[in-house]
């Protein structure tokens, strides 16, 4: 069966240091990923999907970025943060024919 | 483009009551029509889905059917239990215009609040 992990589950980090947030999945190839963030504990908003190694969309502009080294591994990254950059960040996969998104645990960021 | 309206709530009901929280939605093509749960401090989980009209999805007690002439896709459930709390998504995916990935639209999300 497949899983999707993420990690770490937990960050507080400051005004101005870099991030990276790292998604893996199990059990499947060539899925589709994806990156949300969730504020407020309410709506998601995309913000990046990748259909390949190497090759990431994204859907708003904005402070991060994400880059798919290998086929299940997925990283959200920023050099600088900003406060507005705290929220809940979920990963999501679904295979590459699919429509049916199955999600992370997420990692709860806190900018301070 | 593709939208998803829910009510917004917060729902709060006593354990065993009936629940309905509604889902409309626009969309162009046929578009697939999924409910996901969020529990606190989780990550986000599938309910149930339905891909075509008429299609009904269930699991754990929980049912929504689709229905195209009304673009509704309501979430049912005829006896609650306090672990059913949690915040409910609708969401649809729709692969119209060519795209090669299943973008999801969600709605707003609906907290329910069941008491003992």
């Known amino acids: 069966s497949q899983t999707i992990h993420q990690w770490p589950a937990t960050l507080v980090q400051p005004v101005g240091s870099p991030l990276s947030l790292e998604c893996t999945v199990e059990?499947?190839?060539?899925?589709?990923l994806y990156w949300y963030r969730q504020a407020a504990g309410r709506g998601l908003q995309l913000l990046f999907y990748?259909?390949?190694?190497?090759?990431i969309s994204s859907e708003v502009p904005q402070n991060l970025s994400a880059s798919r080294p290998q086929d299940r591994q997925f990283i959200l990254s920023s050099k600088k943060l900003l406060l507005s950059d705290s929220g809940f960040y979920l990963c999501?996969?679904?295979?590459?024919?699919?429509?049916?998104?199955?999600f992370g645990p997420g990692t709860r960021l806190t900018v301070l | 483009g593709n939208s998803v309206t829910q009510m917004e709530g917060p729902v709060t009901l006593s354990e065993e009551a009936f629940l309905t929280i509604n889902c409309t939605y626009t969309?162009?093509?046929?578009?697939?029509l999924f409910w996901y749960v969020q529990y606190p401090g989780e990550g986000l989980q599938l309910l149930l889905k339905?891909?075509?009209?008429?299609d009904k999805g269930s699991n754990k007690g929980f049912e929504a059917t689709y229905r195209k002439e009304t673009t509704s896709f309501h979430l049912e459930k005829g006896s609650v239990q306090v672990s059913d709390s949690a915040v409910y998504f609708c969401?649809?995916?729709?692969?119209?215009?060519?795209?090669?990935?299943?973008?999801?639209?969600f709605g707003q999300g609906t907290i329910l609040t069941v008491h003992p």
């Open positions: 339905a891909t075509k009209a008429d």
């Open positions: 990748s259909v390949g190694i190497g090759q």
């Open positions: 969401a649809l995916s729709s692969n119209a215009g060519g795209t090669s990935y299943g973008k999801l639209t």
């Open positions: 969309a162009t093509g046929y578009p697939s």
């Open positions: 999501a996969w679904s295979n590459a024919l699919g429509n049916t998104q199955y």
């Open positions: 059990g499947t190839s060539n899925p589709n």
